[in-house]
C-alpha cells in the first residue's frame, strides 16, 4: 500500500510539473503571438490614415478640425484595440513594459523629455532653420474664438492624448512583444531599435513636404531612442510617457508663448 500511494503522490507531482512546465511554455509563447498582431494594426493604422488624408487633400480640406480630427482617430483606433488586446493577455509578462508608474518616473520622465526636447530643437534648427513646423503656427487673421480652439487642440491632443496612445502601443505593447525574459543587451538593443523606426516612420509620413519628412523622422527616432531606453531600463511606462509628454508639451509652449 505504501509504495502504491508513493507511486500515486510521485505521478501527481510530475503531472503537476508538466502542467506548470506547459503553462511556462505557453505563457511564454504570448509575447511572439502578440508582436504579429501589433504589426497588422499598426498596419491598419497607416493605411486607414492615408485614407482619411487622401479625402481631405481631394477636397481641399485637409487643415479643417474635421479631417484633422478623423485622421488622428483613423491611426489611433487600430493602436488602442491592439493595446487592449495584448493587455488582456494571462501570460506571465515577465520581461515586459508594465502599465505603471512610480514616483521616482516623474524625475526621469520628464528630465529625459526635456533634455530630447533641446536635442530635437537643435537638430530642427540645423535641417530646417526652424524648431516648429509651419502647421504648428497660430493661424493669422482668425478670430478669437478660432484661435482658442487652436490652443486647446495644439496643448490636449499632442500633448496629452497622443502620448498616452503612442506610448500604450509602441513601449507598452511593440516593445514588450519584442523583449524576452533573459534575452541578451544585443537583443534588447534591436527591440528598442526596431520599435523606434516604427514609431518614427508614421510620425515622418504625416508631413507633405520632403524636407519636414525628414526632420520628423529624425527628431522622432532621437525620441523614441531614448523612451524605449527608459522603457527597457525602468520596466515601466511611466517614464517614457511623461518624457513623451515632456518632449511635446515644451515645444506646445513655444508656439503658444
Excluded at 510530475?14 to 502578440?34: F, I
Aim: proline share 4%.
Amino acid at each position: 500500500m505504501r509504495g502504491a500511494a508513493t507511486l500515486a503522490l510521485d505521478g501527481a507531482l510530475h503531472k503537476v510539473g508538466l502542467m506548470g512546465t506547459e503553462r511556462s511554455r505557453a505563457e511564454s509563447r504570448w509575447p511572439r503571438r502578440d508582436l504579429p498582431a501589433a504589426l497588422v494594426a499598426l498596419g491598419a493604422a497607416a493605411v486607414l490614415a492615408f485614407a482619411v488624408r487622401g479625402v481631405a487633400l481631394q477636397t481641399n480640406d485637409s487643415g479643417s478640425l474635421i479631417f484633422i480630427t478623423a485622421g488622428y482617430l483613423a491611426f489611433w483606433v487600430p493602436l488602442i484595440a491592439a493595446a487592449i488586446v495584448v493587455r488582456n493577455r494571462k501570460w506571465d509578462g515577465r520581461g515586459r513594459v508594465r502599465w505603471t508608474l512610480k514616483p521616482i518616473d516623474l524625475l526621469w520622465g520628464f528630465g529625459a523629455g526635456l533634455v530630447l526636447r533641446v536635442v530635437a530643437s537643435g537638430i530642427e534648427m540645423l535641417m530646417r532653420g526652424s524648431a516648429t513646423l509651419p502647421i504648428m503656427s497660430v493661424p493669422i487673421g482668425v478670430s478669437d474664438s478660432q484661435r482658442i480652439l487652436f490652443a486647446i487642440s495644439l496643448l490636449v491632443v499632442p500633448v496629452l492624448v497622443a502620448p498616452v496612445i503612442e506610448e500604450l502601443f509602441f513601449r507598452g505593447t511593440l516593445l514588450s512583444s519584442l523583449l524576452r525574459t533573459g534575452a541578451s543587451t544585443v537583443m534588447r538593443v534591436m527591440a528598442v531599435a526596431v520599435t523606434t523606426v516604427l514609431f518614427a516612420i508614421p510620425h515622418a509620413l504625416q508631413a507633405s513636404v520632403v524636407l519636414d519628412a525628414g526632420v520628423n523622422f529624425v527628431t522622432t527616432l532621437v525620441f523614441g531612442a531614448g523612451a524605449g531606453v527608459l522603457a527597457v531600463t525602468t520596466k515601466r511606462l511611466g517614464a517614457p510617457l511623461l518624457a513623451h509628454i515632456a518632449f511635446n508639451g515644451a515645444l506646445a509652449l513655444t508656439v503658444l508663448v
